[in-house]
Nanobody
Framework: VQLQASGGGLVQAGGSLRLSCARS????????MGWFRRVPGKEREFVAA????????LYAHSVKGRFTISRHKAKSTVDLQMDNLKPEDTAAYYC?????????????????WGQGTLVTVSS
């Protein structure tokens, strides 16, 4: 599975952005999909994950209530709606796919990764 993340940009604190992850190659309809982020010099951080049918989601505590993950079967995309953004959300955001059946936050369980899309939140 090849993944392509897009939608990053510069936004003021309190604003919103919507990231999208599109796939090419094999279908990822049976995959758990996740979003992670990384700030230079820091560990990669889990953000959100969604089950293959969209019925189960998981969020990092730091984004819960502000971010929403969703998947669109027809478009073969997984989106991350980010509202009420904060400067500490500034990072490169990556989407990833996992063949595990349950949503999870461990990056080790994700086998396919897209390139990052940069999100910058100004104060």
């Amino acid at each position: 599975v090849q993944l392509q993340a897009s939608g990053g940009g510069l936004v003021q604190a309190g604003g919103s952005l919507r990231l999208s992850c599109a796939r090419s190659g094999r279908t990822f309809s049976n995959y758990v999909m996740g979003w992670f982020r990384r700030v230079p010099g820091k560990e990669r951080e889990f953000v959100a994950a969604i089950s293959w049918n969209g019925g189960s989601t998981l969020y990092a505590h730091s984004v819960k209530g502000r971010f929403t993950i969703s998947r669109h079967k027809a478009k073969s995309t997984v989106d991350l709606q980010m509202d009420n953004l904060k400067p500490e959300d500034t990072a490169a955001y990556y989407c990833a796919a996992s063949t595990n059946s349950l949503v999870h936050s461990s990056s080790d369980r994700y086998s396919d990764w897209g390139q990052g899309t940069l999100v910058t939140v100004s104060s």
